[in-house]
T-cell receptor, first 116, second 116 residues
Framework: GESVGLHLPTLSVQEGDNSIINCAYSNSASDYFIWYKQESGKGPQFIIDIRSNMDKRQGQRVTVLLNKTVKHLSLQIAATQPGDSAVYFCAENGHQGSSNTGKLIFGQGTTLQVKP | ETGVTQSPTHLIKTRGQQVTLRCSSQSGHNTVSWYQQALGQGPQFIFQYYREEENGRGNFPPRFSGLQFPNYSSELNVNALELDDSALYLC???????????????FGPGTRLTVL
């Protein structure tokens, strides 16, 4: 079946440094990926997405990289701030054959801790 | 523009009872998905509603059911509650589907259900 995994459950960085959060997926047919940020007691908040026809996409202070060869994507956060402290999830759009199922498949999440 | 809203925010039920959770989709979104998030885990897809019909279902028993209304709002009903149903229940809405192309899902704050 499809699965999405993150390499590290916890990442601790110094304020001002860059953060890189990694994610691996299993389904080579996956064509859409989303990164979400979830703060304690809140729902997941959309950060950035990328489709499989792209290798890189940039937002404000965030960059997502997609490597389809090794089925890996990463989220880079520039100049990490205390407000970036949260759990980060990558999600993959589920497929049944070539059809989009409409469901998102989430990884376990990486907790980002920003030290002042 | 109003985001996804959910009610209630918290709920405590006892085993065997039934519960109804409610969701209002973001303005302009006609697709609603429901997810269950256990503590420390990523969200798990329950089902999706599109045009008032179920449009995909995850690995959840039939005692999990739902509805979507003409205004695109939705309900999640869970019968015969079990202790393991304790979780954060998330609703996500997404824009009208364009063919088989997946799109971003935007989440509400969730309903925290505790089953005693």
């Amino acid at each position: 079946g499809e699965s999405v995994g993150l390499h590290l459950p916890t990442l601790s960085v110094q304020e001002g440094d860059n953060s890189i959060i990694n994610c691996a997926y299993s389904n080579s047919a996956s064509d859409y990926f989303i990164w979400y940020k979830q703060e304690s007691g809140k729902g997941p908040q959309f950060i950035i997405d990328i489709r499989s026809n792209m290798d890189k996409r940039q937002g404000q202070r965030v960059t997502v990289l997609l490597n389809k060869t090794v089925k890996h994507l990463s989220l880079q956060i520039a100049a990490t701030q205390p407000g970036d402290s949260a759990v980060y999830f990558c999600a993959e759009n589920g497929h049944q054959g070539s059809s989009n199922t409409g469901k998102l498949i989430f990884g376990q999440g990486t907790t980002l801790q920003v030290k002042p | 523009e109003t985001g996804v809203t959910q009610s209630p925010t918290h709920l405590i039920k006892t085993r065997g009872q039934q519960v109804t959770l409610r969701c209002s989709s973001q303005s302009g979104h006609n697709t609603v998905s429901w997810y269950q998030q256990a503590l420390g885990q990523g969200p798990q897809f329950i089902f999706q509603y599109y045009r008032e019909e179920e449009n995909g279902r995850g690995n959840f028993p039939p005692r999990f059911s739902g509805l979507q209304f003409p205004n695109y709002s939705s309900e999640l009903n869970v019968n015969a509650l079990e202790l393991d149903d304790s979780a954060l229940y998330l609703c996500a809405s997404s824009p009208p589907l364009a063919g088989n192309i997946p799109d971003t899902q935007y989440f509400g704050p969730g309903t925290r259900l505790t089953v005693l």
